[in-house]
């Protein structure tokens, strides 16, 4: 069912930024089309884009992707990104907006995810903006994080 309701551009443009086909992603999107658009699993091309790629994630940004839209599981991209370690893109999202204070369904921001898998510079960049604010629940969490993995 979900299949049948996704917008036909959300599965195109999803697939050309899974691959990180640049040309196809470009031409979709100067066709004006929703770069906000889910495909038949509910994942915007943003949330489902090579996550090595930060050029990737430069165009559909710059096309107006929201960089905090969640999936079912409460997931923004910027936790992906943080969970598998890729700084690069990470300094993308951040650049756009990105929110580093985003949890999930349950409760991890993309700090936890980043500290639990050993991705130090990571954490170092999540930590960076001035803006950022630790909430307490949070912050035993991460300490819970370290703490493990001494």
């Not at 299949?3 to 196809?24: H, I, W």
């Not at 699993?41 to 943003?46: D, M, Q, S």
């Amino acid at each position: 069912l979900a299949r049948r309701m996704a917008e036909p551009s959300g599965n195109e443009l999803a697939s050309a930024a899974a691959k990180g086909d640049l040309v196809q992603l470009t031409n979709l999107l100067q066709k004006n089309v929703n770069v906000n658009a889910q495909n038949g699993f509910g994942r915007t091309a943003l949330q489902v884009m090579k996550l090595g790629n930060p050029e990737i994630a430069r165009r559909l940004l710059i096309s107006g992707a929201n960089p905090n839209l969640k999936d079912s599981t409460g997931f923004a991209v910027i936790h992906d990104v943080a969970r598998e370690g890729f700084l690069d893109t990470l300094q993308t999202l951040l650049e756009f907006k990105a929110d580093v204070n985003i949890e999930d369904n349950e409760g991890n921001l993309p700090l936890h995810l980043a500290a639990r898998e050993g991705h130090v510079r990571v954490v170092e960049l999540l930590l960076e903006p001035i803006s950022y604010t630790c909430h307490l629940q949070s912050t035993h969490r991460l300490s819970r994080v370290y703490v493990g993995r001494s």
